[in-house]
């Protein structure tokens, strides 16, 4: 991946033994100092913008996109040719209602226009790009400006701020990244500028689990930073080994994956803290952070213009209806991302919160929307993954698992056994998840050693073989 040498960028491959003596010096600075009076700056005014009144946030959103649209008709040749066609120019935007007029775009769009939709030459130093898994297995690239990380960094330390966060506070992480073991075979590696302490999440065996818990019981007041899957393989450890979990751990935040509500109620019962989550894509259109007095989302005013559309392409605007997440990106200006749909269903709540008083769009239930999560039933159904994901005894003993599926009504679910596995278990899964299935889909056990996460070090719930159009419906009769 093309990276520009932004600040972050050097510190990011800087060899953890430098990184670990230069930074014996510099971690007695507030890593607050250490990264810049820009970033200082930039968190004072996310902090101040999660309280404006929805005047103001609607005030400064149509300023925002008025630049983007100006910006993206006048450097780009996708949006002129897209603009020109139904007769609308930047200055015709006086309302955000007036968004409304301009077509969406998607994944698939921009792969056919990549070249077209930059504002500037990508061959810059301060240009970067980013991917994503598209459509049909081909990948979605795309650029952005370097220099985006301070104001996206400000926008999630404010939303880790709500559950107690401070920067500068210990993290201990396990999140997708390559660790190599150290000198006494711990696979750890410590960032002291952002005092972060990684583990690595592509190596969960009891007996690493069982190291990396003792030594995050050492590093001091912490947080936890991971996807909900690993620390919900850390909690189904703890619970098979009747483990207490470390002390010094004041809270989770859990992202990058849909948290479920059952798989939250478990990891906050075992960590016997709360668990706090924040939804964005690598795309960067939408940012939505959890509430601290409830599990809904509040969506940042500052970060992106956000609309819910339903299948027909209308706005949602009743209590309880689901719609696609579109977003309009404020922090990049490199390749404008213009009523962007992102793929992300959501169910819409309300534009005010009485449990925190913040005055933005709450969204709850957040789901991605792809065929890779569903099984297909007999019938051609979908099952959504969420439907099987048990949380309560059923998978004890089972390390890791994903269902395979080649043929509709048929699958072959993968284990990976924990050492106490038994036939008692195949068992037990055959009839808990029978239950569920209800006839619409058999699936035989198959014992593994272990299942690729993917390139990030995400879990993938089904390797889905069967190929479809796009998924039309989520099974939420069945939501866990
Ligand atoms: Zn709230």
Redesign the pocket.
């Given at each position: 991946m093309k990276k520009a040498l932004s600040k972050k960028n050097l510190w990011d491959k800087t060899p953890p033994l430098l990184k670990s003596t230069l930074g014996r010096g510099l971690g007695l600075f507030p890593s607050r100092w250490l990264l810049g009076s820009s970033f200082r700056e930039n968190c004072r005014f996310i902090r101040d913008a999660q309280w404006w009144p929805a005047e103001l946030a609607r005030e400064y959103q149509s300023n925002k996109l008025r630049e983007i649209l100006k910006l993206a008709y006048e450097k780009t040749r996708f949006y002129r040719r897209s603009f020109d066609s139904i007769g609308f120019h930047p200055d015709d935007l006086h309302s955000l209602e007036d968004m409304n007029q301009l077509r969406t775009i998607d994944k698939q769009v921009i792969i056919e226009n990549l070249s077209d939709m930059c504002t500037k030459s990508v061959m810059v130093r301060d240009v970067e790009y980013g991917a994503t898994a598209g459509t049909s297995g081909v990948p979605l690239r795309f650029y952005m400006n370097a220099d985006r990380s301070e104001m996206e960094y400000s926008c999630l330390v404010a939303s880790w701020e709500r559950t107690g966060y401070e920067l500068g506070m210990p993290m201990a992480v396990l999140r997708g990244r390559v660790v190599q073991p150290d000198r006494n075979g711990l696979r750890h590696e410590y960032d002291p500028i952002l005092r972060h302490h990684y583990y690595s999440s592509f190596h969960m065996s009891d007996e690493n689990m069982v190291r990396y818990l003792e030594h995050i019981a050492t590093i001091g007041p912490c947080f936890l930073h991971v996807y909900p899957s690993t620390v919900t393989a850390l909690a189904r450890f703890m619970i098979r080994n009747d483990r207490q979990a470390p002390k010094n751990i004041q809270g989770i935040i859990a992202e990058s994956e849909v948290v479920y509500p059952k798989q939250r109620r478990m990891v906050e019962e075992v960590f016997r803290c709360r668990l706090f989550s924040c939804y964005g894509q690598s795309e960067k259109v939408v940012l939505a952070a959890g509430?601290?007095?409830?599990d809904?989302y509040?969506v940042w005013p500052t970060y992106g213009y956000f609309e819910l559309l339903d299948e027909d392409g209308n706005p949602v605007t009743t209590s309880g209806q689901r719609g696609e997440i579109v977003g309009t990106g404020f922090i990049n200006a490199v390749m404008p991302f213009i009523r962007y749909r992102t793929g992300d269903w959501a169910t819409y709540i309300g534009d005010c919160?009485?449990?925190?008083?913040?005055g933005h769009t709450?969204i709850r239930d957040i789901r991605g929307h792809r065929t890779q999560e569903m099984l297909i039933a007999t019938d051609g159904s979908e099952i959504s993954w969420a439907a099987l994901n048990m949380h309560d005894d059923t998978f004890i003993h089972v390390r890791q698992f994903q269902f395979m599926q080649e043929m509709p009504g048929q699958a072959v679910l993968r284990i990976v056994p924990a050492n106490s596995f038994g036939d008692e278990d195949s068992r037990r899964i055959h009839h808990n998840l029978g239950r569920k299935l209800n006839g619409r889909l058999t699936f035989t056990i198959k014992l593994v050693e272990a299942i690729p996460l993917s390139a990030r070090g995400k879990a993938i719930y089904v390797d889905q073989r069967i190929q479809r159009g796009k998924s039309v419906s989520l099974d939420s009769a069945g939501d866990v």
């Open positions: 509430c601290e007095k409830s809904d509040h919160c009485e449990a925190c008083g913040r709450i």
